[in-house]
């Protein structure tokens, strides 16, 4: 132990006794106060019960000392006064520094004792978690000091104020009862009919029945619905991967290869053209999945939605694997890590994309329902996901965290498989949704000569007459 230490040692020892000493003669006084203070009111109303102040007699009351009483010995000391100051002077310095604040230019003294000093302080940048959207445009902004990380956040809730307001004054409503309504008070003003309403109107709005049902229902399809948990589930590991990646590509690219933060954002262009990819793929599809609806008379099948999805997931899970043992050094080149979006760019949007529709397809009117119970799951997946990410590639490294995440998503692999064999199987047995056997079928032809007039009826996509 040097000198320095012993020091250090001795004025924290000094503290603690001073702290003691000074605690003990806070209580002393308090006690002398209180109890000159009674004895000084019991006195003065002496003159009007004699026989009372003399039963009680002067009494003596203590107080507990706060929390400013307890440290005022310790704010005068010096030591803790030094701390202070340092711990004042690095908040300054880092997230505390001003727009306007600059950097002072003079050297730093010598430390004392021949000791070196300690390893400088991150940039502030470091203290903040970058959420830019578009994150090569972010990585270029924090790069300049006019803007700096701010304006990530700025940039984000002008991009938000703008969707609300296009949203605000060109988005119309859809919603099929809500429609009806606003056709009902149009024809009220044009006619003068008062008695014209729509069926929407009637119902009586319960507080109580719409809470339970926008909370209690959603919950209760996630726990009883196989079709909605294992979704959710994917969904939610899909939603959180591509939180994670945000802390993912910054690893390989700004550390491993030593990108600056705004080149290090670029590597996301190869997820990018992948969404593209997929986006283009469904395109490309849709009209095989059009002819099957008009041969079913526009009655939709779930399960035709999901072979992009069965796709995207052998693609996800591969590009997984690839981005891990691609990533892990710099000697391979920067440009195959990058490519790996292409496979994780396509199975993320192929499978988040036609899982949403096939949920919808599948549970129609309890859609919204079924949507808020998935949403529910996957965002407390993307919360928490950049929790973990930083001390998971820490410990394993790059190629071992990959490995890992590629192999959660191999064993996921199966779940839309599962469904395209069996979902008319599990739909039959679900209490919320509603199955319609495709044309063509027996079940089809049996329900067709039952009732031909069903599929009229039962067509969610037709759309009520003017008469109507």
Known sequence: MDNV????????????SLDHSQSQVNQTSAERQGGEKLERLSTASSGSSSSSSNASGPRRMSR?????????????????????????????????AGLKSRKSKKPLPNFGAGKPYPPPLPEQEEYVVEFDGPNFIGGFMIMNESLGWRWTEYLCG???????????????????????VQKASELRRQTKNWGIHAKQEEIEVDFRQLIERNFSRPLRMLVSEPIILLLSIYMAFIYGLLYLFLTAYPIVFQRIHHFNPGVGGLPYFGMIFGE??????????????????????????????????????VAFAAGLFWFGWTGYTAKIHWIVPTLSGLLTGFGLLSIFLQSLNYIVDAYLMFAASAIAANTFLRSLAGAGFPLFAQYMFNALGVNWSGTLLGCVAAVMCPI?????????????????????????????KQRDEEDPASNKAENPNERPSKQE
């Open 276 to 313: 593209l990819l997929a986006g283009l793929t469904i395109i490309l599809l849709q009209p095989s999945y059009n002819r099957k609806l008009t041969k079913n008379n526009g009655l939709p099948i779930p399960e035709w939605r999901l072979p992009p999805a069965i796709a995207g997931a």
């Open 5 to 16: 230490d012993k020091d250090l040692e001795r004025a924290e020892s000094d503290v603690r």
């Open 416 to 444: 839309p498989v599962l469904f395209y064999l069996y979902g008319a199987k599990i739909r039959e047995k679900s209490k919320f949704a509603p199955t319609m056997p495709p044309m063509g079928t027996s079940e089809g």
């Open 158 to 180: 002008i991009m938000g104020a703008l969707a609300f307001v296009l949203d605000l004054l060109f988005l119309e409503e859809s919603y099929p009862p809500m429609v009806l």
């Open 64 to 96: 507990i000392n706060t929390l400013s009483d307890e440290h005022c010995g310790q704010a005068k000391h010096p030591t803790i006064l030094s701390r202070i100051e340092t711990a004042r002077s690095q908040h300054s310095g880092t997230v505390g």
